[in-house]
């Protein structure tokens, strides 16, 4: 996930917290295991060339997989010399890797 993090990130959690580059990182470190999460309504906009910009709706799923905890994400994503990075991503770390590969599939 640290590759896919810009330098100067920013998240802003359900509740209006603040989260920085290294509190995520922090967060969802090697040793952690995060909630499972159903992200689906995706609409994905180019704003310029390489900084296309991702909303969708995110659930957390209980024990018998029934989503709950709704809510409403956006992401702004970069693309830079060495990757494409998120200066405002999702909280889904395994949503990462199907949002990169989808981006870049656009050629941006």
Request: net charge negative.
């Amino acid at each position: 996930m640290e590759t896919l993090l810009h330098p100067d990130f920013v998240e802003f959690g359900r509740s209006g917290t603040r989260y920085t580059r290294a509190g995520i990182l922090k967060e969802f470190g090697p040793n952690t295991s995060p909630a499972a999460i159903h992200s689906s309504h995706f609409d994905l906009v180019v704003l310029a060339q390489g900084v296309p910009s991702l909303a969708y709706v995110s659930a957390h799923l209980d024990a018998g997989g029934n989503p709950h905890r709704h809510a409403l994400r956006s992401s702004l994503w970069v693309c830079t010399e060495v990757r494409l990075a998120a200066s405002i991503p999702p909280g889904d770390p395994d949503y990462f890797r199907e949002i990169r590969s989808a981006i870049e599939c656009l050629a941006l």
